[in-house]
Nanobody, 121 residues
């Protein structure tokens, strides 16, 4: 089994920064050859939307949603089965629950429980 645990959410002022972390544990084989690992976010009444992450197919691609491009940076630490999201110049519309997501090589999908990010003056 695989577990993903997020941390780093909280309250930030507009223009401020937060750094989210997601640490994976469990079946280490899953973290060696996953198809995707990254971040989604969700606001009340809306579906989860892909924010940023790493696709490993076809040589690998780092994805950023247009809404956060140039403000957020996704990174990973393979040795720690972790992925991070550095969020700068936060805006009120970034307020959401942020979820860590992993899709394994055999297409099993795993989610963390989420961490709340609130951007408010």
């Amino acid at each position: 089994q695989v577990q993903l645990v997020e941390s780093g959410g909280g309250l930030a002022q507009p223009g401020g920064s937060l750094r989210l972390s997601c640490v994976g544990s469990g079946n280490t084989f899953t973290f060696k050859g996953y198809n995707f690992m990254g971040w989604y976010r969700q606001t009340p009444g809306n579906e989860r939307e892909l924010v940023a992450g790493f696709f490993t197919a076809n040589g690998g691609t780092t994805y950023y949603a247009n809404a956060i491009k140039d403000r957020f940076t996704v990174s990973r630490d393979g040795a720690r089965n972790s992925v991070f999201l550095q969020m700068n110049n936060l805006k009120s519309e970034d307020t959401a629950v942020y979820f860590c997501n992993l899709i394994s090589a055999n297409k099993r999908e795993f989610w963390g429980r989420g961490t709340q990010v609130t951007v408010s003056a």
